[in-house]
Nanobody, 124 residues
Framework: QVQLVESGGALVQPGNSLRLSCIVS????????VAWFRRAPGKEREGLFC????????NYATYLSGRFTVSKIDVRNAAYLDLDALEPDDTAVYSC?????????????????WGQGTQVTVST
């Protein structure tokens, strides 16, 4: 059974950093692509990044200006989303998802498995 479990979300003050983790079980991470999404209160789900089997990265949210970084460690079956210089507008539930196909050129939600998400709240 394939499962994705996100962790690392927290309540932080503006300017702080977080590392979100996505631990995958039931298959080898090197065989799939991993995407990160977020859904802010009252807004639609937004695709952030996709990282392919060969660690190629597609950035769907270039407006984030390098504050967010995605990576994965195949031997750990783990993907990471590093969030720096957090702002209140970054408040959202962050989720990871995987699929066997390559990263799409444009973000979509056509992924086979999803995690439950982890809450990030940025507030004073």
């Amino acid at each position: 059974q394939v499962q994705l479990v996100e962790s690392g979300g927290a309540l932080v003050q503006p300017g702080n950093s977080l590392r979100l983790s996505c631990i995958v079980s039931g298959l080898h991470l090197e065989s799939v692509t991993v995407a990160w999404f977020r859904r802010a209160p009252g807004k639609e789900r937004e695709g952030l990044f996709c990282i392919g089997r060969r660690h190629d990265i597609v950035n769907y949210a270039t407006y984030l200006s390098g504050r967010f970084t995605v990576s994965k460690i195949d031997v750990r079956n783990a993907a990471y989303l590093d969030l720096d210089a957090l702002e209140p507008d970054d408040t959202a539930v962050y989720s990871c998802a995987i699929r066997r196909a390559s990263c799409p050129t444009k973000s979509n939600t056509e992924y086979e498995y999803w995690g439950q998400g982890t809450q990030v709240t940025v507030s004073t």
